[in-house]
């Protein structure tokens, strides 16, 4: 396991499930994006997980979109932020859509490890599709996010590691707390932790109330983590938040209590061995 003093925190910022009824902070337009990324940079996360939203305000994975949000983060932002594309989109979306995100030049792109029950539905991710997007992801030269809701996404992701269809090391998210994958619990952070491989970088995305909890689990077993209103759109109970920001400055103050700092993202890009800007 790689341990590193410093964490990195990760801002899920825009989703492919949320709405502007449920959420008034969500941002939708690429300036909109732009100016919630600048925000929780400048308050500690060194990547951005990032879905696009159409001029309606509805999911899209258009790659048109992507490239034009890639661009205004950059500009807006700052060049070594750390984009993540969203290859998982929203659920019940078309596969062949969801490799466009891929074309926007960005450094990262989440990879699902397999199919889950996400609520009512099901997030689709067949097992051929899962390595066509990592062959693709490895041949852009990007890094995979390897996104973990079971146990068995995780031994398929070992397999394709295993056949170099993943290139080492890799960074997981271990996404807990989806109503249908593993729940969030001590007990199944420790047993995903127990199965990584050698300098594996990990992270935890706990979804909803969940979140409050995991935070000091994960830190104090050498994690990073992500935040932000796609897992979670409550501060508080009952006190919903203003933008994924604050959830940023709530995981700093975790990180400073138990006396580890927060990875710029410079240091993010040499702990996750991207490309230093
Ligand atoms: N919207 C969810 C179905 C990802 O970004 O890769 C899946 C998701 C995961 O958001
Ligand atoms: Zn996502």
């Known amino acids: 396991m790689n341990t590193s003093p410093k964490v990195i925190i990760t801002a899920a910022i825009v989703g492919g499930e949320l709405t502007r009824d449920k959420i008034p902070c969500l941002p939708l337009t690429p300036q909109e994006i732009a ?15 990032l879905h696009a939203r159409d001029d309606s305000g509805k999911p899209t994975n258009d790659k048109h ?13 700052g060049v070594d932020v750390i984009l993540q594309v969203s290859t998982g989109g929203s659920v019940g979306d078309g596969l062949d859509s969801r490799f466009e995100p ?7 792109a989440s ?6 029950n996400f609520g009512a539905e ?13 062959a693709r992801i490895g041949a852009l030269d990007m890094k995979p996010e390897i996104e973990i809701y079971d146990l ?20 997981f998210q271990w996404v807990l707390g989806v109503p249908g994958g593993l729940k969030a619990s001590e007990e199944n952070l ?22 409050d909890p995991m935070i000091p689990l994960a830190l104090s077993r050498g994690g990073n983590i992500r935040v932000g209103i796609e897992d979670n759109i409550y501060l508080s109970k009952n006190v919903m938040a203003q933008g994924s920001f604050q959830f940023v400055e ?7 209590q138990i006396g580890k700092s927060v990875a710029t993202p410079q240091e993010a890009r040499e702990i996750l061995g991207l490309q230093i800007i």
């Open 35 to 49: 100016e919630e990324a600048k925000r929780c940079v400048n308050a500690g996360a060194s990547i951005i997980h």
């Open 65 to 77: 979109r992507f490239q034009e949000i890639v661009r205004s983060v950059r500009s807006y932002v």
């Open 102 to 108: 891929l074309e926007s030049g960005a450094d990262m």
């Open 111 to 116: 990879l699902n490890a397999g199919s889950v």
């Open 122 to 134: 099901v997030f689709t991710n067949p097992r051929p599709f899962i390595q066509k997007l990592a």
């Open 152 to 171: 068995s996404h995780l031994e398929y992701a070992l397999d394709l590691l295993a056949e170099e269809i993943i290139a080492a090391p890799p960074q």
């Open 190 to 211: 420790d047993l995903l932790c127990s199965r990584l491989p050698p300098l594996a970088t990990w992270s935890v995305a706990a979804i909803g109330r969940h979140q």
């Open 250 to 256: 709530k995981a700093v103050e975790s990180i400073r």
